[in-house]
């Protein structure tokens, strides 16, 4: 599959030839992971921490714009992480996984090492070894460190099989293809994924489907930039040209579960379904039993608007992460796995109704009547009634609901969101 890349710089977002010479600026950044997380994973690469150009505490001009991105997709992130502490945090603020570069390396072969494996050790310990990615970026087949401005005398598939030990997978970039819009390095990506058994990422002058499809016959995932920032190459395309239709006879299964976890569906979908999905954002099918395309939703109006779409290990399978408008089932039911007319409570359900409530107040409408003052003073009558008055379980049940209502209500006025609140005990979690 595909991974988007965001590289960073200056506070920009950038696209680098041969890792110096800038070809594209813009600043847009919300609106690029917002697209590139319909498709998959986004790595967010801060060049600035990799160069050094960092202040006292040790920042750079991209730190504030990479904190902010990290809770907007499935992120991993790279650029100068030298040590445990800053992987640690990275992890705490959002980020699936780290990508370590120079600090994986020893900095004096001589020795016959050529790992930094004290730090290594340290950082699988401390975030464990499914988070880490260690990148082998080659530059005559040497590996690259210190921004690539220096190679050190390790070969890359010796360093490879090496470092393959303290991560989950391996990012590759052949330096002298990056940015140059000329294919890859072919021979070093099939003998890099014959001579490991981790996940491999190949980065650096990917120029085509058809190459992105070859990179996935032989097993190697691609981190795509300039071709993606230039528009030779789409997200779309490059999504549907991953799934292996050929072993699922042209159908591949789709599962439809709401951003809240809850499944809703299944269906089956050939390329041209995928296609209608990601021109109108509206998940579709195609029917086995009638023979024709159908877009959930097309007579009911009861659409599943697609939020995102990931692709299984095997690539025979799709989750997609949908808001449904509306019942899913032809019976009425709120899934296809249930007989209730109705959407399981829960806590993004309840600020739902609450955001309609105040976006569209009904005569008579109580949360529509709450003002920033009255919500506050409720939050702590209730509270005081749950921890002083509720003694049975019942009652505890009673005053907990009245609490999360009027706590939702002050969030929502705060603009805050529930999965703020679960981002942060995430990360609460994380640094533990």
């Known amino acids: 599959m595909v991974i988007a890349s965001i590289d960073l710089k200056d506070g920009h977002v950038v696209q680098l030839k041969n890792g110096k010479d800038l070809v594209l600026q813009r600043d847009d950044a919300d609106a690029l992971i917002a697209d590139f997380d319909k498709y998959g994973e986004v790595a967010i690469i801060d060049l600035d921490q990799a160069l050094r150009n960092t202040d006292a505490k040790g920042n750079t001009k991209n730190t504030e714009l990479l904190k902010h991105l990290l809770r907007h997709g499935n992120v991993r992130v790279g650029g100068g992480?030298?040590?445990?502490k800053k992987a640690r945090e990275l992890i705490s603020l959002g980020a699936e996984k780290v990508i370590v570069g120079s600090a994986a390396w020893a900095k004096d072969t001589t020795s016959g090492e050529?790992?930094?494996?004290?730090?290594?050790?340290?950082?699988?310990?401390?975030?464990?070894?499914?988070?880490i990615i260690i990148s082998v970026d080659a530059i005559g087949g040497k590996i690259a460190v210190k921004g690539w401005k220096e190679t050190v005398d390790i070969p890359l598939i010796e360093g490879a099989k090496a470092a393959e030990a303290y991560c989950s997978e391996l990012l590759f970039t052949s330096v002298e293809k990056e940015?140059?819009?000329?294919?890859?390095?072919?021979?070093?990506?099939?003998?890099?994924?014959?001579?490991?058994?981790?996940?491999?990422?190949?980065?650096?002058?990917?120029?085509?489907?058809?190459?992105?499809?070859?990179l996935e016959k032989i097993g190697c995932d691609v981190q795509l930039g300039m071709a993606l920032y230039t528009g030779v190459v789409s997200l779309k395309d490059a999504f549907i040209s991953c799934l292996d239709f050929e072993k699922t006879n042209g159908m591949i299964p789709v599962i439809a579960q709401s951003v809240s976890g809850e499944v809703l569906m299944m269906g089956y979908a050939n390329r041209e379904a995928f296609e209608k999905t990601f021109e109108t954002n509206k998940l579709t099918f195609w029917s086995r039993t009638r023979n024709v395309l159908w877009t959930k939703g097309e007579t009911s109006g009861n659409y599943l608007e697609v939020v995102r779409l990931r692709v299984d290990c095997d690539r025979d399978t799709v989750l997609a992460t949908v808001k449904p408008h509306g019942p899913t089932c032809h019976t009425g039911s709120w899934t296809c796995f249930s007989s209730e007319a109705a959407e399981k409570s829960s806590l993004e359900r309840l600020y739902g109704i609450i955001a309609e409530r105040f976006a569209n107040p009904k005569p008579g409408?109580?949360?529509?009547?709450?003002?920033?003052?009255?919500?506050?003073?409720?939050?702590?009558?209730?509270?005081?009634?749950?921890?002083?008055d509720a003694e049975s379980k019942d009652e505890v049940i009673w005053e907990a609901a009245d609490l999360l209502y009027f706590v939702s209500v002050l969030m929502y006025k705060e603009g805050v969101s529930w999965k703020d609140v679960y981002d942060e005990l995430d990360r609460r979690h994380k640094e533990k």
Do not use: P
């Open 365 to 388: 409408s109580y949360t529509a009547t709450l003002d920033d003052k009255r919500v506050r003073e409720k939050v702590m009558e209730e509270a005081e009634e749950l921890t002083d």
């Open 81 to 84: 992480i030298r040590d445990v």
């Open 179 to 214: 940015g140059c819009m000329q294919g890859t390095d072919m021979a070093s990506c099939r003998a890099l994924r014959d001579a490991v058994k981790c996940r491999v990422v190949v980065a650096g002058g990917v120029n085509s489907l058809s190459e992105i499809a070859e």
């Open 114 to 131: 050529i790992l930094n494996k004290a730090f290594l050790e340290e950082l699988v310990k401390a975030v464990g070894k499914q988070r």
